[in-house]
């Protein structure tokens, strides 16, 4: 369930750096698409730098990213039915 909320927060933030592209072909500043989105003017700078190398693709959500894990599918699946039992 937490895994779904992420992965639904991950896609906003998507939606939003598409939202400021579009904002950005529309001739704003990225001063103004960040005001207007209410994130930093760093932020649709690095936005447009993705989009004009990448395309759409570029501001993309890529899934889950990070170190990936060093347990088993076995251990993973203790480790959940372990804490499940501590929280009741």
Do not use: F, P
């Not at 649709?44 to 693709?57: D, H, I, P, S």
């Amino acid at each position: 369930m937490r895994n779904d909320k992420n992965q639904k927060r991950l896609k906003d933030l998507e939606k939003r750096r598409q939202n400021g592209i579009r904002l950005l072909k529309k001739g704003y500043t990225c001063y103004g698409v960040a005001k207007e989105l209410g994130v930093s003017k760093q932020s649709v700078m690095r936005w447009r730098e993705r989009y004009e190398k990448e395309g759409l693709e570029g501001v993309k959500w890529k899934g889950i990213s990070g170190r990936a894990s060093k347990l088993t599918l076995e251990q993973k699946r203790i480790k959940k039915n372990h804490l499940e039992r501590s929280n009741k």
